[in-house]
């Protein structure tokens, strides 16, 4: 059975900085690419950045360019995000899901997903 977890979410000030993890179980972990979304109160989920198979990484969100970074771990079947200089507007559910194929900035093209972890970010 496939699993995917996010954890790391959590209340932190504007300015400061989050790491967001995302571990996968039941699959080949390297066979896949990771994208994280997130969805904001009252906005559509939204496609933030992505990793692919090999570690290429992809910025789907011109607002989040520079401030938020995606490495992959094949060893420990993980991904982590890093956001930097957070602002209120980055307030949201992050979610992270796998795709067997190269990274989708759609959500619905993706395998996997976790529950997401909460993001809040007080001004």
């Known amino acids: 059975q496939v699993q995917v977890v996010e954890s790391g979410g959590g209340l932190v000030q504007a300015g400061g900085s989050v790491r967001l993890s995302c571990t996968a179980s039941g699959l080949t972990f390297d066979d896949y690419s990771i994208g994280w979304f997130r969805r904001a109160p009252g906005r559509e989920r939204q496609a933030v950045i992505c990793v692919e198979m090999r570690g290429r990484t992809i910025d789907y969100t011109d607002s989040v360019k520079g401030r938020f970074t995606a490495s992959r771990d094949n060893a420990k079947n993980t991904v982590n995000l890093t956001v930097n200089s957070l602002k209120p507007e980055d307030t949201a559910l992050y979610y992270c899901?796998?795709?067997?194929?190269?990274?989708?900035?759609?959500?619905?093209?993706?395998?996997?997903w976790g529950q997401g972890t909460q993001v809040t970010v007080s001004s």
């Open positions: 899901a796998a795709r067997d194929d190269s990274c989708s900035r759609s959500w619905s093209r993706y395998n996997y």
